[in-house]
């Protein structure tokens, strides 16, 4: 009876099977619009001009098998539309984003008048700093400076992810006793003290509340920090902000938060341009996955480093679509870290009174963002940290969350190595086995993410 | 050696607890399942072909086994994970119960791609069963 119901079986799983593979989602439609999507960029789309291709032509090009195509694809910048922030209704507002750049590189919106958002993200250094943790007046932060470019293409903000939005990690980051040392008060008192700042903020966000002047509020005040890593120096200032009425609080959050939303809109303009890679990936569409001859956008070794890239390297695995991150938090050091990462950015997030969920947020309920503030606090997110981008990363060493690599060389040398050790280790990370060529090849490919054109 | 190979696909089908049904739904926005006990139909619908580190959300149906409406009120659960990599899902889904079977599941993210198992759980007073679905997103 076992026999035939098993034989029975047999023939129902293997039906089963055919149809469970016929109901996998296929790619193969989606390619047929892609190709027509990105041959009309292609015409049509005005980053082209002026493109140089590589000037080493294609001796030997690599095949791409359908699979590694299928997740290429996703990679190119032709398919990016501009970064949104549906809790910022001032993202694309002009003259938000005047204010932000002006507020951005304005070191008065720290108490001691010494740092600026630009002093950690430096535009010189690819909107972050070459030293692998800054000091700040004598302090060494515990994380290395995350990059700014394509920030307002993350779902989450900080390496820990305590942001779910970019004029979050302003505020926190504008009141970190360990960064910008300041506070809620001190930032509209600059408002109320400066003219021009006054009247740019009147342009965007109306008239100031009458509640708040600089004769009624104190120098300093914020309240108590529920986050752990932030350093409180001064009580009086938590105090100071107990003391306020209620209603005086809620318009000093209110102003606050508008200029870190300016802030924020300026940050989200910093977006990279398009690269080598995306031109070659734009040509390998068009001609249906094969390289021709009119597509010299890599160099041979450059194309076996994509190849690489998507296939033994497995990079894709998490540097995946146009940012080369999946903005997410996977963890890949497996030494006894002190720094807890995602796990405890969760519950920041979660507790943070300026969340996506919050009534400083201009659209309620957002849409997904109830979802993604269902964040899951699991033992694998500890030690975890957000996926970087890797477009222009050339301009943004040394890496890491915490800059331990100074090179890329070092960076896959860990991945080729790699040992993870739990069992809550994700168990896709083994070490790669990577000849040294192909370990160049795959640099070499990197290094074309930062290609100016 | 080829008696002993169909031996044992025999037997891991025989105690497999789920089997995926044939589409009778549109795929590949539209599946259909039957759970472990075989006492629940699931059809599956999405808004579009399962995305990659995009949010999406699913409305699903369930009927009896014979794909008639249940005359006792279920709850449902549903978490989905990656068994190659050893994790799951970043976000936790929201799931509204919308009464006669019917359910909307909003917040799904699979962040990368591969093979993702959701593991749905049928719950009917004391009695809880499940059924599984493995998609593989690209």
């Not at chain 1, 996998?24 to 047929?32: F, G, R, S, V, Y």
């Not at chain 1, 507002?93 to 600026?116: C, E, M, N, W, Y």
């Not at chain 2, 889904?93 to 993210?109: D, S, T």
Request: hydrophobic fraction near 40%; proline fraction near 6%.
């Amino acid at each position: 009876m076992i026999r035939h119901r098993g034989i029975l079986l047999l023939v129902i799983g293997l039906a089963f099977n055919a149809h469970a593979e016929l109901n996998l989602p296929t790619t193969i439609h989606e390619n047929t619009k892609q190709t027509g999507y990105a041959t009309t960029q292609l015409a049509t789309a005005p980053h082209l001009e002026g493109v140089k291709p590589s000037q080493t032509t294609t001796e030997t090009p690599v095949h791409f098998t359908v699979h590694e195509l299928s997740q290429i694809k996703h990679l190119t910048l032709s398919h990016r539309l501009a970064p949104q922030d549906l809790s910022n209704k001032y993202a694309t507002h002009p003259l938000a984003i005047a204010l932000g750049k002006v507020l951005f590189f304005d070191t008065r919106l720290s108490s001691d008048h010494q740092v600026a958002c630009a002093t950690c993200h430096n535009p010189k250094q690819g909107w972050s700093t070459p030293d692998p943790r800054i000091s700040l007046r004598g302090v060494t932060l515990k994380r290395h400076t995350p990059s700014l470019w394509n920030t307002g293409y993350q779902r989450w903000q900080f390496w820990d992810g305590r942001a779910d939005s970019l004029w979050l990690q302003a505020i926190e980051s504008m009141e970190n006793e360990a960064e910008m040392k300041g506070d809620r008060v001190h930032a509209v008192r600059l408002i109320l003290a400066d003219a021009n700042l006054q009247t740019s903020y009147r342009s965007i966000f109306g008239e100031l509340p009458p509640t708040l002047s600089l004769t009624a509020l104190p120098l300093r005040a914020k309240p108590r920090p529920k986050q752990e890593g932030i350093t409180v120096t001064d009580e009086t200032i938590h105090q100071a902000w107990e003391q306020l009425p209620a209603t005086v609080r809620q318009d000093i959050n209110q102003v606050t938060t508008h200029l870190m939303k300016s802030i924020a809109a300026f940050e989200m303009t910093i977006t990279s341009p398009p690269t080598r890679v995306d031109q070659f990936i734009d040509q390998l569409i068009v001609d249906q996955g094969q390289i021709t001859t009119n597509n010299s956008w890599l160099n041979s070794e450059e194309q076996q480093g994509l190849k690489l890239f998507v296939s033994k390297a497995q990079c894709i695995q998490c540097h995946s679509g146009s940012n080369f991150s999946d903005g997410e938090f996977h963890r890949i050091f497996f030494d006894k870290s002190p720094d807890w990462g995602r796990a405890i950015g969760i519950s920041s997030l979660l507790s943070n009174p300026f969340n996506g969920n919050s009534v400083y947020a201009d659209q309620h309920p957002l849409p997904n963002r109830l979802e993604l503030l269902n964040a899951v606090s699991t033992i694998p997110f500890r030690a975890a940290f957000k996926t970087p981008s890797l477009r222009n990363l050339s301009t943004s060493a040394p890496y890491m969350h915490d800059g331990r690599f100074a090179s890329l060389d070092e960076v896959i040398k860990h991945y080729n190595e790699i040992q993870p050790r739990g069992h809550h280790a994700e168990a896709v990370l083994k070490p790669l086995g990577l000849t040294p060529q192909e370990q160049e090849y795959l640099v070499q490919f990197l290094q074309v993410l930062s290609s100016q054109l | 050696m080829l008696k002993k190979q169909l031996l044992i696909y025999c037997l891991a089908l025989f105690f497999l607890p789920v089997r995926v049904m044939a589409a009778e739904c549109n795929a590949p926005t539209c599946y259909s399942l039957i759970s472990a006990k075989d006492n629940y139909h699931l059809e599956i619908q999405t808004t579009q072909t399962v995305p990659i580190n995009q949010l999406f959300s699913l409305d699903i149906i369930i009927t009896n086994s014979e794909g008639k409406p249940l005359t006792s009120k279920i709850d449902l659960d549903l978490d989905a994970s990656m068994p190659q990599h050893n994790h799951g899902m970043n976000v936790k889904p929201v799931i509204k119960n919308l009464g006669e079977g019917k359910f909307q599941v909003e917040g799904m993210l699979f962040h990368m791609s591969g093979a993702w198992t959701l593991s749905f759980t049928i719950t009917k007073g004391i009695t809880r069963e499940a059924a599984q679905w493995v998609v593989e997103v690209q």
